[in-house]
């Protein structure tokens, strides 16, 4: 049935490969409200995707087939959607209202999840009021997020998207193991006045040991013993800290049907509820927990994650399209595109589906971008008239957070006006007119007017928030999770696990033991080349 489906998305796809979006306004008068959809307050504009109603439909029936709400179900109620490592993935139960009835795999989680958002509002009161104080007896004013990919990405995106212009508390990130990301966050910070929270799912990964090992040794060199106070470790691993020597009063915990990429909702983000003050952190949860609702709740032609990833889909898999940009007409989520990476790619990327086999069809798209307007002077010459075409999403933010607002209305003019330049473009024949007005010879003309002339079509989808607060933020990345959930079940894929990422890890320690003077390895000679030309 599935498979039957994707032919006949597929097929579909093609009476979409040549038609002008633009010609699809004509022929479906409601398009515009038939092919936008609110959600949890943020609205999403799909009208300038390249399916007609017929072929969203189509898409729909993709979803259908592919069981998604099914799916959607089993993966609400705990099931182990993770099977490949044996476990539930249940984000969404850290997000929910206190007192929720979650299960992971038939395991009670939410009287858990309760008391570890208690502990984490305590301890971030009172780091924020100024009760709990450093070694000597000063307030906290600083602290360094030591973690990297899940556990670094979504909290800095959302200390940058939601951090006050002056903020009380500074929060610094550390993710790599080049040691200038630590020499440049520990700069100018007094240890006594610094709370390091080293963050890791697992407490085993080498770039957060090593940083967390300096950062200890700084707290140390300059509070003796003490300095061990002011290290905190977030973590589902706690024989791991214990190990480490994280005092378990030190740690807090989260269980292990957390993705990491996925784990922003949970301990994880205690930084940014200790540096925004509770109540933010607490809005990031509720806005998740509404779109969470929604995904449940809304019927699929109308359910902004499934519509979403349908037309992401019919890009991808109808139209063969294999990347995607994604630019937010917002400064203070430049960080989306890179925490999109991780969510889509670590989760998609796979060649197998959740049974071993061959995939039957390309999965996750390459994403890129960063903030517009920026990027109109970077790529979007490629985008407008390359030989490929990029779908986009573009994100804007109706109210600015702050600033000018001169300055806003002119952000809001380039994001609109990108999505319809990218659709309608500029034809030849109006190029030629507007050359020939200027006096132009007709030679000139001939060379110059295909230069000029943009062929349009290009897709976009359009997401509007009217503020970004920690609400609308709270939505979005939600909508993004589930979004890269309905990819992942239409693939056949299990989107929770992430095999790809282990063996450059594994050969990394090899050759880092050479590089300290360990017995040569076998390398092919490109690689022995590099190690020896390190080691000279
Ligand atoms: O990049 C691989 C990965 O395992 C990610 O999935 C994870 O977010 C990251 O490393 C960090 O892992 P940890 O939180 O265990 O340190």
Known sequence: MLKAAWSRLEAA????????????????????AAMSVEAAGLYLDLAKQPWSRAEREVALDLARAGGIEAARDRHFAGAVVN????????HMALRAPKG??????????????????????AFADAVGSGAKRGATGKAFKSIV????????????LVWD?????????ELRFVANVDPADMALALAGL????????VVSKTFTTLETLTNAQIARAWLRAALGQAGDGHLIAVSAAPGETAAFGVPDDQVFGFGDWVGGRYSVWSSVGLSCAIALGWDAFQGLLDGAHAMDRHFQTAPLEANAPVLLALAHIFNRNGLGRPVRAVVPYA????????????????????Q??????????????TVFGDAGTNVQHAFFQMMHQGTDIIPIDILAVRQASEGETVSQAKLLANAVAQAEALMVGKSESSVRAELAAKGMATADIDELAPQKTFHGNRPSSFILLDALTPQSLGALLALYEHKTFVEGVLWEINSFDQWGVELGKTLAVAVLKELEGGAPGAHDPSTADLIARLKS
Do not use: W
């Open 190 to 197: 007094d240890p006594a006045q610094t709370l390091v929270v």
């Open 13 to 32: 796809a093609q009476s979409a490969r040549d038609r002008c979006i633009d010609s699809l306004f004509a022929a479906e008068p409601d398009r515009v």
């Open 161 to 169: 998207a939601l951090r006050p212009v002056t903020p009380g508390i």
């Open 100 to 121: 929720s009835d979650f299960e992971a795999d038939g395991e009670p989680v939410s009287a858990g999840v309760d008391a570890v958002r208690a502990a984490m509002r």
């Open 83 to 90: 099977a490949s490592e044996g476990r539930a993935a249940l």
């Open 331 to 350: 400064q203070r989520l430049h960080l989306l595109p890179t925490f999109l990476q991780q969510l889509e790619m670590e989760s998609n990327g796979k």
């Open 145 to 156: 997020h030591i973690g990297i990919g899940g556990s670094d990405f979504g909290p800095r």
């Open 352 to 365: 197998t589906t959740a049974n071993g086999a061959p995939v039957a069809r390309a999965t996750s798209t």
